[in-house]
């Protein structure tokens, strides 16, 4: 066990290694002049060679890699060329919280869901509870998130006026501040989230509601509510794990398009500033955060299903 | 997620696949109301310039009014005709869908059936970089292509495609893998035939199923991808009305009209919903495992 989280998070790190590489190398090998783009039309010669000096673009490829790399290594992503020279650290670390905190509740809004409606619809296969819970799954793989956003604008802050249309409040602010602030994009986003988790856990209990050691507890008498919920959904569960992990990129994609619509400066928001502004140390920075994010939490999903199923044992 | 009636197992379906597709549509209410609707679409599309009531670029004094007779679905803040200017950019929803889908498909395949058929070093080279771009998720891929390469439905159309691409890669090699050990494999070989042929005209029709169920999902993913991206303002240009860029331009004003900010995102959701009924009941038909996302 040991040695496997090792090797997991060496790999990890390895890939985070080529994903640096990547994204560094991509937006330098594709024709085109970033000075030119950044500067539009309005640039003077003056002003462009000082944006080249100032973006190191004069120097060898190799050089700007390794520069650029070992500032990496210790938390230097570059100064943003958009505004007031702000260490795109700085910024990035601002958007962080944001972004997990929006992760983190659509995580838990769509277990809300999928969990309560993949139970019911396998144990009532074919009824029509199963009919309509599959029918919303189908619909909730359907919708953009960035649609459903907007639905619950117009429904809860438009009309009802119950929760904020726009903006963020961090938690240090009060619970209910930073939460009110929270709930429309995180439904928006864990919905279609919800549809695929639920889905798995439908198709997971059917497997297991066929085992063995299912018609055993149902021989011992034991009631229905045990049956499911001590023996069938555990085991259910473990398929599900994995899926959560691939299902992540969903969850990042979506805070990404989500927090565009509540203006959220979010991760997401900066990313899509960043290109609109075309400030490329901060896209090339929100692009190696996101990506971070994604592998990090995939490790944390392999080592997770190491750990709640004992049957598999990494040597 | 639809339940068959169970198969008899002693018995496989021996009928060939055309046969069995139609006896799994007939059987299969949603596949049916999916394929209608994405029939329906794609008359839509192409008889935009026929059935559009109104040009979806033209600006008229007649601001933001409700649905009505005149304009069913509404008018924008420019005094534009929402039915208009949804017809108009069902067009490019399923142009892009389809185009997208092609060229992802075409270098996904070539690069998996290249990787599984020889192994080795192409093998290591070419899955090295799928799993690499396995640790983008596939939109943030989209999207930095789209910042590196810029906007517009060529730039658009190549970066989603670029961000599938390992989709395709990955199921074209698994079976590649299982097939290039079958007898009928050898049987090319001893004939002489070129890898090229044994790979592309022995090997490939055979592993046709899974890809045809990838690409039909792949067709929603691509959809949303570029509706995702023209509401960033990251996609076609401007005047081209398309679903994601005729919602973002609504949005400021979605308060006062409603309509500006459901009908867009309902166009979406009924083709992708369409695509997903009838890409499910293709992968029953076609017994195709059900991967992740």
């Known amino acids: 066990m040991g040695s496997y989280i090792l090797r997991r998070l060496v790999g990890s790190a390895l890939v985070m290694l080529a994903v640096a590489a990547l994204v560094f190398f991509m937006i330098r090998l594709v024709p085109g002049d970033p000075v030119a783009a950044m500067l539009a039309d309005a640039g003077s010669e003056e002003a462009r060679e000082a944006l080249t000096r100032k973006l190191g673009l004069d120097q060898p490829l190799v050089v700007q890699f390794w520069k650029w790399f070992t500032g990496l290594l210790q938390g230097d992503l570059g100064v943003s060329i958009f505004g007031n020279n702000q260490p795109v650290s700085t910024i990035l670390l601002e958007a962080l919280p944001r972004t997990m905190s929006l992760a983190f509740l659509s995580f838990v809004i769509a277990l809300v869901i999928a969990i309560p409606a993949g139970i019911l619809s396998a144990t009532r296969r074919n009824t029509a509870t199963d009919a309509t819970v599959s029918l919303f799954a189908f619909l909730g793989l359907s919708m953009p998130d960035f649609w459903l956003a907007i639905l619950l604008i117009i429904v809860f802050a438009a009309n009802l006026q119950w929760l904020p249309a726009i903006g963020y409040v961090p938690l240090s602010e009060g619970l209910w501040p930073w939460l009110s602030h929270l709930i429309l994009p995180s439904i928006a986003i864990g919905t279609g989230f919800s549809a695929i988790i639920a889905r798995m856990i439908r198709s997971s209990m059917l497997e297991v509601l066929r085992a063995d050691y299912m018609r055993t507890a149902a021989s011992k008498g034991l009631p229905m509510r045990v049956q499911m919920l001590r023996h069938a959904f555990p085991n259910a569960l473990i398929p599900v794990v994995t899926v959560i992990g691939i299902a992540f990129a969903l969850l990042i994609s979506g805070a990404v398009v989500v927090e565009n619509v509540f203006a959220i400066k979010g991760l997401g928001r900066v990313l899509i500033q960043g290109i609109q502004n075309r400030d490329y140390p901060v896209v090339q920075g929100a692009v190696l955060v996101v990506s971070a994010f994604f592998v990090l939490s995939n490790l944390v999903v392999d080592l997770l299903y190491a750990v709640i199923d004992p049957r598999i044992r990494y040597s | ?293």
């Open chain 2, 1 to 293: 997620m639809t339940d068959l009636p169970a198969k008899d197992l002693s018995e496989p379906d021996i009928r060939p696949a055309p046969s069995r597709l139609r006896a799994s549509f007939a059987r299969d209410r949603k596949a049916q109301v999916g394929l209608v609707i994405l029939l329906a679409f794609l008359l839509v599309a192409l008889l935009a310039p026929l059935i559009a009531p109104f040009d979806p670029n033209a600006m008229t004094l007649d601001m933001m009014s409700s649905p009505s007779l005149t304009h069913p679905l509404g008018t924008d803040d420019l005094g534009r005709d929402l039915l208009s200017r949804i017809i108009w950019g069902t067009q490019i929803s399923l142009f892009v869908g389809v185009s997208t889908v092609a060229l992802a498909l075409i270098l996904g395949v070539t690069l998996g059936v290249v990787a599984g058929y020889y192994g080795g070093w192409a093998d290591m080279i070419i899955m090295r970089y799928i799993d690499l771009q396995w640790a983008f998720p596939n939109f943030i891929i989209a999207i930095y292509l789209v910042a590196v390469f810029g906007t517009g439905l060529l730039n658009v159309i190549v970066a989603i495609a670029l961000a599938f691409l390992d989709d395709f890669a990955r199921v074209a090699r698994s079976m590649v893998l299982t097939l290039k050990e079958e007898q009928f494999v050898d049987a090319a070989r001893v004939q002489g035939f070129s890898d090229l042929r044994i790979m592309f005209r022995h090997i490939l029709p055979n592993a046709l199923a899974p890809i045809i169920v990838q690409a039909t999902v792949s067709v929603s993913y691509a959809i949303l991808g570029e509706a995702s991206l023209s509401f960033l303002g990251l996609g076609v240009r401007p005047d081209t009305p398309t679903w994601g860029l005729i919602l973002a331009d609504g949005r400021s004003f979605i308060s006062q009209a409603w309509w500006l900010g459901v009908f867009p995102g309902l166009a979406i959701m009924l083709v992708v919903l369409a695509i997903n009924f009838v890409g499910d009941a293709l992968r029953d038909a076609l017994d195709v495992r059900e991967t992740g996302p």
